[in-house]
């Protein structure tokens, strides 16, 4: 079986401040790893995701996430935070090879105060 | 949300009846989903076609109907045996079924039992 966890359901940070949404994972294989952002009633949006390679991965809107395969963990990181960041956060899991299915965590609540 | 559409937005259902949420997409992908959203539990697989005319269950499949007649079509039926159907339903699609693919999401339908 495979899971996610998002340990923190909200984050505060301060608009200009770096910001980090934490996730781990948990499979029974190599992982694949995605990151995707909800606004309020709406569907969510891809931000980016691990496949392979470069643990430091690069995605839309200034966010990037790292891969660390020895903590089990994926964390969403930007420089500095926008007001706009402001947003429902969903961290996804896919075991490698094939058809798999995508198992998502219960998602973080990001809140950038001005 | 480019490329996949839901109707309704919102949708209100009398307890007994049945429902059909749209799902339509112009990417020209093989794979299409069903997740449900509720408050703090994430998304959770309902239904998912891995090429036309066929199509699986997902975890939770109890009370729910899915045809897939036509690659860019997957519609939602939401039958009186879902005890509790009031969430918000996202479609999504990908490419192929492949674990690699991204999936990209529709903007939801909300479903209100009255």
């Known amino acids: 079986a495979q899971s996610v966890a998002q340990p923190e359901d909200q984050v505060n940070v301060a608009e200009g401040n770096p910001l980090t949404v934490k996730c781990t994972y948990s499979?029974?294989?190599?992982?694949?790893l995605f990151w995707y952002v909800q606004y309020p009633n709406r569907g969510l949006q891809f931000l980016l995701k691990y496949i392979t390679g470069d643990n430091l991965v690069k995605g839309s809107y200034g966010f990037e996430a790292e891969f660390n395969k020895s903590q089990t963990s994926f964390h969403l990181k930007k420089p500095s935070a926008l007001v706009s960041d402001s947003a429902l956060y969903f961290c996804a899991v896919s075991l490698s090879g094939g058809y798999q299915k995508v198992t998502f965590g219960i998602g973080t609540k990001l809140q950038v105060i001005p | 949300d480019g490329g996949i559409t839901q109707s309704p937005k919102y949708l209100f259902r009398k307890e007994g009846q049945n429902v059909t949420l749209s799902c339509e997409q112009n990417?020209?992908?093989?794979?299409m989903y069903w997740y449900r959203q509720d408050p703090g539990q994430g998304l959770r697989l309902i239904y998912y076609s891995q090429i036309v005319n066929d199509f699986q269950k997902g975890d939770i499949a109890e009370g729910y109907s899915v045809s897939r007649e036509k690659k860019e079509s997957f519609p939602l039926t939401v039958t009186s045996a879902q005890k509790n159907p009031t969430a918000f339903y996202l479609c999504?699609?990908?490419?192929?079924?492949?674990?690699?693919?991204?999936?990209?999401f529709g903007p939801g339908t909300r479903l209100t039992v009255l």
């Open positions: 999504a699609s990908r490419a192929t079924p492949t674990s690699t693919d991204t999936q990209y």
């Open positions: 499979v029974s294989g190599n992982p694949y």
């Open positions: 990417l020209n992908h093989d794979a």
